[in-house]
């Protein structure tokens, strides 16, 4: 494909302003700036302007999902850079192992809550109870 040919199809394709990502999905341009730097997404240039394509778009979706689920950025980059070069299967595979590993830690944190909780009503209850002896000794007294 010659030169004209490329710039004339990059020119038809939707492209996004940094500005315009930032407020659909409610982050600063200093946050998409960052994962840039990381290489999440890749945005061509336009002199020093930033020109996001469609597929960045799809990536930056991609690792705010990532992190909703509490995946760090090295997971959600490696998952989103098979979808370049793994096939459908081996994503699929991977997505589900990172997955089992996260709900594992999520589950070992809510048995960690739980267990503090339970010491927070145990102490409560000790206090409660040290006060109402300190109630009932103040009115024999």
């Given at each position: ?40 997404i ?47 299967s ?30 927070v ?16 000794r103040?009115?024999?007294?």
């Open positions: 494909m010659n030169v004209a040919l490329q710039q004339n199809a990059f020119m038809t394709e939707t492209t996004y302003s940094i500005a315009e990502l930032a407020r659909e999905f409610g982050l600063t341009p200093r946050a998409i700036r960052y994962y840039e730097d990381l290489g999440l890749a945005p061509a240039r336009a002199g020093v302007q930033r020109v996001y394509t469609k597929r960045d778009r799809t990536r930056l979706k991609l690792t705010l999902r990532g992190r909703r689920l509490g995946l760090s950025l090295a997971e959600i980059r490696e998952l989103i850079d098979m979808y370049d070069t793994a096939t459908e081996s994503q699929l595979e991977r997505l589900l192992e990172v997955l089992a590993d996260r709900r594992a830690r999520l589950e070992q944190q809510r048995e960690d809550i739980e267990a503090v909780l339970a010491e009503d145990a102490i409560e209850r000790q206090c409660r109870s040290l006060l109402a002896e300190g109630k009932q103040r009115k024999r007294s």
